[in-house]
């Protein structure tokens, strides 16, 4: 098997990753939540914007059904970037994984709407990452290591096959840079030594 960049790859094209890897398998389980996807460079401030973009994107998700928040992605961008500087932001560095949280509670706040927002530390697939797809809520992921090196994306996905009595399980993406789904292959990730501790995500439940 092909282990790039510290032990995981971005797979583009994923059936022809499993054909080389796992020849055989049978998908088992599916679930895509739609989001539109932008990249980074389509904004003004375009320097290490990543987390502030994977933020936009989920504000704009839910703001389909909440008629007070901003429909137009560049509007809601500069919100979260004006509420990102009072965290620390800047285009140097980008934004602190662990401040992701208190950006998008601020943002929902700015227009009283509740909302549980939480950055988990120690997360693996099923929780809270499965299940927070599973009801409909996409997630930010912070990656420190290989090519997604202090880098966020969102999670829109899953996909988990079987293959010679295993599952195998990978993470649906948009990663900030292109205009179409990327995938980790989430059993080579979690597994790698390099992504002990360094890989985190943060959800969102909007509250009634």
């Not at 662990?98 to 700015?110: L, M």
Request: hydrophobic share 35%.
């Amino acid at each position: 098997m092909n282990k790039k960049y510290y032990e995981y790859e971005v797979i583009d094209y994923l059936y022809g990753y499993i054909k080389d890897n796992y020849n055989g398998a049978n998908l088992l389980e599916e679930k895509t939540i739609e989001l539109e996807n932008f990249i980074q460079n389509d904004f003004s401030s375009k320097n290490k914007n990543c987390s502030l973009v994977a933020i936009t994107r989920i504000i704009k998700y839910y703001s389909a059904n909440i008629d007070i928040i901003p429909k137009n992605e560049q509007e809601i961008f500069i919100q979260v970037f004006n509420i990102a500087l009072s965290y620390g932001f800047n285009e140097i560095t980008g934004t602190h994984p662990t401040k992701i949280d208190n950006i998008i509670s601020d943002y929902f706040n700015e227009y009283n709407i509740k909302v549980e927002s939480k950055g988990h530390y120690f997360p693996n697939f099923y929780n809270p990452l499965k299940s927070e797809i599973d009801n409909n809520r996409p997630l930010v992921m912070n990656i420190a290591f290989g090519k997604y090196s202090n880098h966020s994306v969102t999670i829109t996905g899953y996909k988990i096959f079987k293959y010679k009595g295993m599952k195998i399980k990978f993470i649906e993406l948009f990663d900030g840079w292109t205009k179409k789904h990327s995938y980790i292959d989430y059993n080579i990730f979690a597994h790698s030594l390099f992504s002990v501790n360094v890989y985190s995500l943060n959800s969102l439940k909007i509250l009634d």
